[in-house]
């Protein structure tokens, strides 16, 4: 059972599946674009390079000859794993799962055009006058992404015509990789968002975590907890929506898959990503038997995983750095959040900051049926604590 996995990306998502997949007795190679991130600090071995360079990306292939690929990010020169599934190397989910979620362009239309799951409605815009005609069509207020990015770079409520420009300029900075391209939504007037880990396996069903809430701010994610409030009705057509889309992408691992809720128009499909979710670190917290790091290595190694069950409920919330340096980070506090009871303190070790960079995150926990919005003040207080200088 002992495997080599390289791992495409590195930052604290992957740090936490490193350490699952070394307590199986794996040995991983962490990558990434810079050195001493923090997948790096407990893998094997490491490689720093550029990911988008696609000759750069097979010479570390080459060099390693890993039985899976495990990408962890979304810039990564995606087509080429093609060629390593040819080679007879497992890549997680699986090649064509990368491909589509990696470009938001690939994934919304084979849920909304493919499969008819519900979305908000959508145009694409490769220039800045693609983006007016666009937005004539969907009305303001409305949402402008760039078709690859992650953790909320480069997306903009925009409520008027006047903002369009800033949300193109804005967009374009944001995206990862080469391609300059924006989707534009309708803004959905939902009551509140759900991320639904979805695990999929090679031998076995596939499985659902309890719903966990999340609160984003400029799209990026500010704090989660577990279980979110959910109507049986709502949490059916996510589920049914969420084994339709990870089966049609194929492959084993777990999936981040987010949904809109709206008490007036039901579930909307929103985004999906192909491993862990940053949302899903309140799974740290002990909310399950297995943490959402623990499902997706067990499915990716082909371990069984008897069920997921819920343990407790639980809470994140994300300590974000103030600054922006090229020194390594310090940080104030932290004796008064061990002190606190119920309570986890995670420190990513990452080398450097810049402004609103997620350097950490507290964890609270409470046994099942208390006061969920008392935890979570609970939790960020806990992370308003902790300062990074």
């Known amino acids: 059972m002992t495997k080599k996995i390289l791992l495409l990306g590195s930052g604290e998502l992957g740090k936490e599946f490193v350490i699952a997949a070394q307590r199986k007795g794996q040995h991983v190679v962490a990558c990434d674009s810079y050195a001493g991130a923090p997948a790096m600090q407990v893998a094997?071995?490491?490689?720093?390079?550029?990911?988008?360079?696609?000759?750069?990306?097979?010479?570390?292939?080459e060099k390693h000859k890993p039985d899976l690929i495990v990408p962890e990010?979304?810039?990564?020169?995606?087509?080429?794993?093609?060629?390593?599934?040819?080679?007879?190397?497992?890549?997680?989910?699986?090649?064509?799962?990368?491909?589509?979620?990696?470009?938001?362009?690939?994934?919304?239309?084979?849920?909304?055009?493919?499969?008819?799951?519900?979305?908000?409605?959508?145009?694409?815009?490769?220039?800045?006058?693609?983006?007016?005609?666009?937005?004539?069509?969907?009305?303001?207020?409305?949402?402008?992404?760039?078709?690859?990015?992650?953790?909320?770079?480069?997306?903009?409520?925009?409520k008027t015509a006047d903002d369009l420009r800033h949300a193109w300029d804005y967009g374009c900075e944001g995206s990862r990789g080469?391609?300059?391209?924006?989707?534009?939504?309708?803004?959905?007037?939902?009551?509140?968002?759900?991320?639904?880990?979805?695990?999929?396996?090679?031998?076995?069903?596939?499985?659902?975590?309890?719903?966990?809430?999340?609160?984003?701010?400029?799209?990026?994610?500010?704090?989660?907890f577990q279980p979110a409030p959910i109507s049986d009705e709502h949490l059916k057509a996510a589920q049914e929506m969420a084994a339709k889309v990870t089966e049609a992408l194929t492959g084993a691992g777990i999936w981040g898959v987010e949904f809109f809720l709206s008490n007036k128009d039901g579930v909307y499909f929103s985004e999906l990503s192909p491993r862990p979710h940053d949302t899903g670190m309140v799974t740290l917290a002990g909310t399950q038997n297995l943490s959402e790091f623990e499902l997706h290595?067990?499915?990716?190694?082909?371990?069984?995983?008897?069920?997921?069950?819920?343990?407790?409920?639980?809470?994140?919330?994300v300590i974000p750095s103030p600054i922006a340096s090229q020194e390594r980070p310090r940080y104030r506090g932290e004796e008064e959040v061990c002190?606190?009871?119920?309570?986890?303190?995670?420190?990513?070790?990452?080398?450097?900051?810049r402004l609103k960079r997620?350097?950490?995150?507290?964890?609270?926990?409470?046994?099942?049926?208390?006061?969920?919005?008392?935890?979570?003040?609970?939790?960020?207080?806990?992370?308003?604590k902790v300062e990074v200088y």
């Open 339 to 353: 002190a606190m009871d119920n309570t986890y303190l995670r420190i990513f070790g990452k080398p450097t900051t």
């Open 297 to 317: 290595c067990r499915a990716v190694l082909g371990l069984p995983i008897p069920g997921v069950t819920l343990e407790r409920m639980g809470a994140s919330a």
């Open 73 to 158: 990010i979304e810039a990564i020169r995606t087509e080429r794993l093609y060629d390593c599934e040819k080679m007879g190397i497992q890549v997680v989910p699986s090649a064509r799962a990368v491909n589509f979620t990696m470009n938001r362009k690939a994934i919304r239309d084979l849920a909304a055009k493919e499969l008819g799951l519900k979305t908000a409605k959508y145009f694409y815009a490769k220039s800045y006058e693609e983006l007016v005609e666009a937005s004539k069509e969907i009305g303001f207020p409305c949402v402008v992404k760039p078709l690859m990015s992650s953790s909320g770079k480069g997306q903009s409520l925009v």
């Open 358 to 384: 997620r350097m950490g995150v507290t964890l609270c926990y409470a046994p099942l049926g208390s006061d969920l919005d008392a935890l979570r003040d609970k939790c960020k207080a806990a992370a308003a």
């Open 44 to 61: 094997d071995e490491c490689e720093v390079f550029d990911m988008l360079d696609g000759d750069a990306l097979m010479a570390a292939v």
């Open 178 to 224: 080469d391609i300059k391209e924006m989707i534009i939504e309708e803004f959905i007037n939902f009551d509140s968002e759900i991320t639904l880990l979805t695990v999929t396996q090679k031998n076995g069903p596939t499985l659902f975590c309890p719903p966990i809430g999340h609160i984003q701010k400029g799209g990026d994610y500010q704090e989660s």
